[in-house]
């Protein structure tokens, strides 16, 4: 294919990926980002080996890796100390893991990269309100799950926001303690504690109703989740005032293809979820890399954008209805369903026929994509 002249809207993961790639391709990048000053929003996140795997490719895994902490396993119990998750990725194939890395140390990385980059322009402060008019042969749109411009496709959707949100802080943990896995407590459906360590920092979340506010008595809040784990009060002490509990929400959104005439949707812009998986960030970066390769074996952008909307539905639809099914067990007011999974959840997951596809879930590469990246299929 020709060289095109491409925007890219939006310069999260998924659009700055795109961009890169895409000028590494030859062809013409211009980035709009309607912050005059970028940065992460968020705390920390997990990032999987198929994301690990986009940013080798983009020759930026070793400064994530060292700026963000390895995580070998997922382990999950209940407040009275039943093992509910157990997951390790070296069961799935020995040395494989993922990293736990504060979003700003992926945004800087990825921003690093575009300002070394020949053939991306980036424009700050400009917010792109409509396609029509746009002068450029492609146009990704990678501006998050909110963004009005999915509207413009014309293609049916549905954008609902999830019932539950989170709680979020990031504390220092110099001494990394939390270090090598994600963990997490559960205290039936309605409360869910996480610690994720990000590289001598810890993000902690608690899920909450979406729409609940910071609490105002922050020590009587630490006294309630120190009664799920103690650690959570010593990562509370570390925070200023409630002002630093920030809230998070998700939407669900469900579309049937990702692309039209000459324009694509990337990432949560496309296809957003609950977080519970821990899929997002590498969900966006395969979605760059695919939309990449889609470009590269196409005679057209139609056909390309054709290619990438087929190439990742298995995937992406895989992602979402788990997500969509697994929500409501981890975070819901339907308390009754705590019980069951606590019971059933941990025996199950070491059962090899369940404990496989389990990891290739939480690894990425579940629906056999990707076998190129030299994963277990």
């Known amino acids: 294919m020709r060289p095109l002249r491409a925007t890219v809207v939006g310069c999260g993961t998924a659009g700055a990926a795109a961009a890169l790639l895409l000028a590494r391709a030859g062809h013409e990048v211009h980035l709009f980002e ?3 000053d970028p940065q992460p929003i968020g705390a920390g996140l997990l990032l999987q080996p198929t994301g690990l795997a986009v940013l080798a490719r983009l020759g930026l895994r070793e400064r994530v890796e060292a700026a963000g902490d390895r995580i070998t396993r997922i382990v999950g119990r209940t407040t009275g100390g039943r093992g509910v998750l157990d997951l390790d990725y070296g069961d799935l194939r020995p040395g494989l893991a993922g990293v736990g890395i504060h979003r700003a140390e992926l945004f800087g990385a990825l921003w690093d990269a575009l300002a070394r980059q020949p053939g991306v322009t980036v424009h700050t402060g400009v917010e792109v309100t409509e396609l029509d008019g746009l002068d450029a042969d492609l146009v990704v749109v990678a501006a998050g799950a909110r963004t009005p411009l999915r509207a413009a496709l014309g293609i049916p959707h549905r954008a609902r926001p999830y019932p539950w949100g989170a ?11 939390f270090s090598g896995a994600l963990q997490q407590v559960y205290r039936d459906t309605r409360g869910l504690l996480g610690f994720l360590p990000t590289g001598g920092e810890v993000s902690l979340f608690w899920s909450v109703p979406a729409g ?17 784990d103690p650690r959570a009060i010593d990562v509370l002490a570390h925070i200023r005032g409630p002002h630093d509990l920030l809230p998070a929400t998700y939407l669900d959104v469900r579309m049937p293809r990702w692309h039209a005439g000459r324009t694509v949707l990337l990432g949560d812009a496309g296809h957003a979820m609950s977080p519970q998986l821990g899929q997002g960030a590498n ?3 395969m979605d760059a890399a695919a939309l990449a390769d889609a470009l590269a074996d196409a005679p057209d952008v139609p056909t390309a954008l054709g290619r990438y909307s087929d190439r990742r539905r298995a995937h992406l639809r895989y992602y979402a209805r788990a997500s969509r099914g697994l929500t409501p067990v981890f975070q819901s ?5 705590g019980p069951p999974r606590d019971l059933l959840m941990g025996p199950l997951g070491r059962v090899g026929f369940v404990r496989r596809p389990m990891l290739q879930t939480l690894v990425g590469v579940k629906t056999g994509v990707w076998r190129s990246m030299e994963l277990p299929p």
């Open 212 to 228: 609940t506010p910071p609490p105002d008595d922050l020590d009587a809040f630490a006294a309630r989740l120190g009664a799920l």
């Open 283 to 285: 969900l966006a970066l």
């Open 34 to 36: 309607r912050f005059a």
């Open 333 to 337: 007011h339907l308390a009754l369903l």
């Open 167 to 177: 709680l979020w802080c990031i504390a220092p943990d110099p001494r990394r303690a």
